[in-house]
């Protein structure tokens, strides 16, 4: 989100001067892209970087809020607090996208989880990559459920503010969660995801990008890991409609219609021009909700002269705009421009979620030539519907897909998408300089699932379905069933190689 900020009530004058330097910022970043050669953003080396956040549980399985307690603990930057009181993140060294990257971001992770592990048995936690935790109640979310420092407390006033009543909660599944509450933004708090970072160049990045919003859809078929919430059945990747619904910071009209982008969403449109135009959208589009200024930097004068502005503010405001994909602008270490992949879950396994990026990149990678004449191809809209029907049914939705210029779009289903997509991953992969056992290991585990039809999703409705077939009821079941996913978790196997019960297959480690 950019610089930390130190309070969390402003003034009108705050807010037109926070306004005025986003538009100085936003005439200094096009400077900044737009150069060319030796003056470029960035090293010419591709890299991939990842962010997971995690739950933490104590001994009954129940939310537990002790993320500043561990931070503070831990000490070290890799660490840090999230919005909920009950998750942590941590966060990764970019790593060169050749050779062995995917092994080495799942080392670092691993050596990171098995820190905050540690320091949370210590206090008898325990922690766990999981999407939506299926134990959560309605009682876990209050104010007390945001982390209780300024930013998050002035993000959630500033939204709750923005919306002027009651949030609506609403998602439709085998079940039917409907509710309103006035604290319903501290139910972000619910959702957890693995966030992935692919540094770009600025005159390829409409081309990546697109990739990205095309791919979207079918890739959250494969990695869907949140079906229960509240101890309903709704959606193969519930986070995403919750998410999208705790978010949506827009007020009512008179007639009781909500109007204009959410500040949680997919996307307006393919990308024509640039990352510029992104960060223009989310300035044109969404009010600042932490106008905080920071030092008086002559952005303007340092874009100009050929070096890199901080860019504070437009970083603070962006980083409050949600979408499931987004540019990154970094001024640290020379710079970058990155896309941040947002929509995959954490969990269930560190595998998982590393074969879902690996795919997801290779993929990006492999069509990124094409895309002009896909994009052309398929409507925005389809993309986006896409996007929900995935997240809605997992690997049984039903997607469209671009056909040849002129023809209407393909209907596929998730899984006969992703396998005819499964070459192009390769070859994407092969063309980064990815070790072919490497990308095998990876891509392999992501086929393996697609083909068994397990997804984490599909995994936790069966093993719920079975506790209950055993007489288990209500809170009981669930959880035993996060018992049973967190056996599955630190088993360090991939979740389509799960049994109904993989704390009596594996050693609990």
């Known amino acids: 989100m950019g610089a930390e900020i130190q309070t969390e009530h402003f003034t009108e004058a705050d807010h037109q001067r926070f306004k005025q330097r986003l538009d100085e910022h936003l005439r200094a970043l096009e400077v900044v892209l737009s150069r060319r050669g030796a003056a470029t953003l960035g090293s010419s080396q591709r890299t991939l970087g990842a962010e997971l956040e995690l739950s933490l549980v104590d001994a009954d399985g129940r939310a537990y809020a002790i993320s500043e307690k561990l931070v503070e603990e831990a000490n070290t930057p890799a660490i840090t607090p999230e919005m909920g009181a009950f998750d942590i993140e941590l966060s990764t060294p970019p790593v060169t996208l050749a050779g062995k990257p995917f092994s ?8 990171t989880v098995l820190l905050i592990r540690e320091l949370a048995k210590k206090h008898g936690g325990r922690v766990v990559p999981i999407s939506i935790l299926p134990t ?3 009682e876990d979310f209050s104010i007390n459920a945001i982390t209780d420092q300024p930013r998050y407390r002035a993000l959630a006033r500033g939204m709750r503010a923005a919306r002027g009543g009651a949030f609506d909660i609403a998602i439709e599944g085998d079940d039917r969660l409907a509710f309103s509450s006035h604290d319903a933004v501290s139910m972000e708090a619910a959702n957890t995801a693995f966030q992935v970072h692919l540094s770009t160049q600025p005159e390829e990045f409409a081309s990546l990008f697109n990739a990205a919003m095309l791919l979207s859809g079918p890739v959250l078929a494969a990695a869907a890991n949140s079906p229960t919430f509240l101890g309903k059945k709704l959606w193969h990747e519930t986070r995403v409609a919750l998410f999208k619904q705790a978010g949506d910071d827009r007020p009512a009209g008179p007639d009781g219609d909500i109007v204009g982008p959410p500040r949680v969403n997919f996307g307006n449109s393919w990308v024509r021009d640039g990352a510029h135009e992104l960060f223009m959208e989310s300035v044109a589009l969404h009010p600042p909700l932490l106008p905080e200024c920071s030092d008086d930097e002559d952005a303007w004068g340092l874009a100009n002269s050929g070096k890199l502005p901080k860019l504070c503010e437009l970083r603070l405001h962006h980083g409050t705009v949600w979408n499931w994909n987004r540019p990154v602008y970094d001024p640290e270490n020379g710079g970058s421009l990155r896309i941040e992949l947002r929509s995959l879950p954490a969990g269930p396994s560190y595998d998982d979620m590393l074969a879902n990026a690996a795919f997801l990149i ?52 998730a899984r006969e998408l992703l396998l005819m997509l499964m070459p192009i991953a390769r070859d994407g992969l092969a063309t980064a ?11 392999d585990v992501f086929e393996q699932r697609v083909t068994s039809g397990q997804t984490g999703a599909v995994w936790q409705r069966a093993s719920l379905a079975n506790l209950q077939a055993n007489g288990h009821r209500g809170y009981d079941a669930l959880s035993k069933l996060l018992d049973r996913y967190i056996a599955g978790f630190y088993s360090q196997r991939p979740v389509h190689a799960w049994g109904l019960d993989p704390s009596t297959e594996t050693r609990h480690v």
Do not use: C, I
Request: charged share 20%; glycine share 6%; proline share 7%.
């Open 433 to 443: 300089g990815v070790d072919p056992e490497e990308s095998n290991r990876f891509l």
């Open 104 to 111: 080495a971001l799942r080392e670092s992770m691993q050596t």
């Open 136 to 138: 959560l109640r309605a």
């Open 362 to 413: 290779g993929t990006m990678l492999g069509l990124k030539e094409r895309m002009p004449e896909l994009t052309a191809a398929l409507p925005f809209a389809l993309a986006k519907r896409n996007f929900f029907q995935a997240a809605q049914h997992g690997l049984e939705a039903k997607l469209s897909w671009p056909s040849s210029e002129g023809s209407a779009p393909t209907q596929y289903t």
